[in-house]
């Protein structure tokens, strides 16, 4: 979990090992795209296809490491719903959650092309936000006690 742009991809990269699967929005996307594309380059039409097919693609790789001691499954998922973070308890998953601090996230979506940087400069500000009501409900839910 994480910003885009906080390193989820990198990291699930640095640990994945033999036939561990990955779920990843934008390697989705590459595959739906004409040999070639860039990374983030390809068009919102084809995001929204990748956007589509993800929930099918996390529920069969799920399915496919139950009882596999030796199959991991590591889905790059950036702020899950509460059914998600479910249904990946319910699957005995565990969480990972990369913050290398909103300019961080920023300055990298910088080097990222049209129309993919807008995108993330705007799930980042969503990610922070989000982030923050919920650390000060998290504060006056204590504090009410």
């Known amino acids: 979990m994480g910003a885009p742009c906080s390193g989820k991809s990198t990291y699930v990269r640095e640990q994945a090992k033999g036939e561990d699967i990955i779920v990843d929005m934008d390697r989705i996307a590459l595959s739906l795209a004409v040999e070639g594309t860039a990374e983030f380059e390809y068009s919102e039409r084809i995001r929204n296809i990748a956007r589509q097919a993800r929930p099918a693609i996390v529920k ?22 509460p059914q998600d973070r479910q249904m990946y308890r ?18 990298r979506a910088k080097e990222r092309p049209q129309p993919n940087r807008q995108v993330s400069e705007k799930v980042i500000a969503e990610y922070y936000q989000k982030r923050t009501n919920r650390v000060a409900a998290t504060m006056v839910d204590s504090s009410s006690n």
């Open 60 to 81: 069969g790789a799920l399915l496919a490491a139950q009882g596999e001691r030796r199959l991991g499954v590591w889905i790059i998922h950036t702020d899950p719903s």
């Open 90 to 107: 319910a699957m005995n998953a565990q969480f990972v959650e990369l913050d290398p601090g909103k300019d961080v996230c920023f300055a």
